[in-house]
């Protein structure tokens, strides 16, 4: 009998263990899900306040792509697969709220390269080229994007005659994206240096071991 006690209270150690776990997991999803939520708002408010901004140059595709300021956060803090879902939300909220849903095919093909491309760049080469160098890729890849969807709905490549300005425009405004993104990483994580290196993530948190780090800032006593 003490033999099946000590299978018994060792399956229910185990059991409550894995309850454990799940709750755990179901804790950790639930907290990803609403911060995910949060960064596309974010970029949702940043896509409002540009479409309020003259565009930089009078070619039809320049914008200053503040929203990228939010995708080039979550690249850092969570990886490629946490960015493109805030990209293809806001992309999505986006269109809908401005009732320009024809502009959404050029804006989520856009959105999506940009995002693959800094992804790529920032496991990559990062050590050279920095935030800024990155979001200068992702900023040409992003006006790339949109030029091909353009050339498939027009049926012409004369579209591409565009892309000399529009490799213009990238560069200074993927610059300023990528300085104000590394600004803002700094702020919320002072310490972590994020030009040169990626800060070190664990495999289970990312995005949400992160924000937690600035959430749960002790209070500093008087």
């Known amino acids: 009998m003490s033999g099946f006690s000590h299978i018994r209270i060792h399956d229910r150690g185990r059991i409550q263990g894995l ?110 080229l920095g935030l800024t160098g990155i979001s200068i890729l992702g900023a040409v890849a992003h006006n790339i994007g949109q030029l091909l969807v353009a050339c498939v709905v027009l049926g012409t490549p004369a579209i591409f005659s565009y892309l000399p300005a529009l490799l213009v425009t990238g560069v200074a405004t993927g610059f300023f994206v990528g300085l104000t993104a590394g600004y803002a990483l700094q702020y919320l994580l002072p310490g972590e240096s994020f030009t040169c290196g990626r800060p070190e993530l664990s495999s289970t948190g990312g995005l949400t071991d992160k924000l937690e780090a600035v959430y749960d800032k002790p209070k500093r006593t008087p």
């Open 19 to 128: 309850n454990t776990l799940k709750t755990h997991d179901g804790t950790w999803k639930t907290q990803r899900m609403t911060r995910l939520a949060l960064l596309v708002a974010l970029a949702l408010i940043l896509y409002a306040v540009e479409s309020m901004i003259p565009a930089p140059l009078p070619v039809p595709g320049t914008k200053l792509g503040l929203a990228n300021i939010i995708t080039l956060i979550v690249i850092v803090l969570a990886g490629a697969g946490d960015a493109l879902l805030v990209v293809a939300l806001r992309t999505f909220l986006a269109s809908l709220l401005s009732g320009r849903l024809s502009s959404f095919a050029f804006s989520i093909v856009g959105g999506v390269l940009a995002t693959l491309v800094m992804s790529l760049a920032y496991r990559k080469l990062r050590h050279v």
